[in-house]
């Protein structure tokens, strides 16, 4: 039995074709950039032809707009364990090593490359992300801070400048090459030696103060 091309699709197969094309977009983009990349070059990655792809997105703007909606959604799910019951070196330590793998994963910096290309151009897209991403997690860890503070464990005046220093120490020697290309993703055991290192430094400077 044909569909009639008249009524709307049903809002599985709807969900399903909308995810196909998001699909074969992510991969143009991330092969061509954003401006290399064309509707008809999307409508053959993804396999649907173009009159399908203008029904479900008027332009490439607003595609690529989806698409970075989408992986904001998804990395601002990440899980991080901030168990207060857990000591600062423990919980610093795990969320430094699963924080840099996230960043680091097979097509997250292809992903981070494009939002920051385009970030000038569709400036409520990077603010999105940021907010729903790397906003998100710094506040998640100032969170946590804020609890071993107020049990003394820690000495910080603002947790909110203090996660962001640890994520940006976290990062140090790993993110950028990785980001350029200069390097492959970072091994466990490279991470392990940054994040260690970058605990140490923190809990140096926001351990408890002896009086």
């Given at each position: 039995m044909?569909a009639?091309p008249?009524l709307?699709?049903?809002?599985?197969?709807?969900?399903a074709?909308r995810?196909q094309?998001?699909?074969?977009?992510?991969?143009?983009f991330?092969?061509l950039?954003?401006?290399?990349?064309?509707?008809?070059?999307i409508?053959?990655a993804?396999?649907v032809?173009k009159g399908?792809?203008?029904?479900y997105?008027?332009?490439?703007?607003?595609?690529?707009?989806?698409?970075?909606?989408q992986?904001?959604?998804?990395?601002?799910?990440?899980?991080?364990?901030f168990?207060?019951a857990?000591d600062?070196e423990?919980?610093?330590?795990?969320?430094?090593r699963?924080y840099?793998?996230?960043?680091?994963?097979?097509?997250?910096?292809?992903?981070?490359r494009?939002?920051m290309?385009?970030a000038?151009?569709m400036?409520e897209?990077g603010?999105?992300f940021y907010e729903?991403?790397l906003?998100h997690?710094?506040?998640r860890l100032?969170?946590?801070?804020e609890?071993?503070v107020?049990?003394?464990k820690?000495?910080?005046?603002n947790?909110?400048?203090?996660?962001a220093q640890f994520?940006q120490?976290?990062?140090?020697?790993?993110?950028?090459p990785y980001?350029?290309?200069?390097?492959p993703?970072?091994s466990?055991?490279?991470?392990a030696?940054?994040?260690?290192s970058?605990t140490r430094m923190f809990?140096a400077?926001?351990?408890?103060?002896?009086?």
């Amino acid at each position: 039995m044909v569909a009639n091309p008249s009524l709307p699709p049903h809002p599985e197969e709807d969900s399903a074709k909308r995810r196909q094309i998001l699909e074969g977009a992510h991969r143009v983009f991330m092969d061509l950039g954003f401006d290399g990349a064309s509707m008809g070059e999307i409508a053959r990655a993804a396999g649907v032809s173009k009159g399908t792809l203008y029904v479900y997105f008027a332009d490439k703007f607003r595609l690529f707009e989806a698409i970075v909606e989408q992986e904001s959604l998804e990395q601002g799910k990440a899980t991080f364990d901030f168990d207060p019951a857990k000591d600062p070196e423990t919980i610093l330590g795990n969320f430094g090593r699963a924080y840099i793998d996230v960043l680091c994963r097979p097509g997250g910096g292809s992903s981070i490359r494009t939002v920051m290309a385009i970030a000038e151009r569709m400036p409520e897209v990077g603010r999105r992300f940021y907010e729903r991403v790397l906003a998100h997690t710094i506040n998640r860890l100032a969170g946590y801070l804020e609890v071993k503070v107020r049990e003394k464990k820690l000495a910080i005046d603002n947790c909110e400048l203090a996660a962001a220093q640890f994520m940006q120490m976290c990062q140090s020697t790993l993110f950028q090459p990785y980001i350029f290309q200069a390097k492959p993703a970072p091994s466990p055991q490279q991470i392990a030696t940054v994040v260690d290192s970058a605990t140490r430094m923190f809990l140096a400077n926001y351990g408890p103060k002896l009086t």
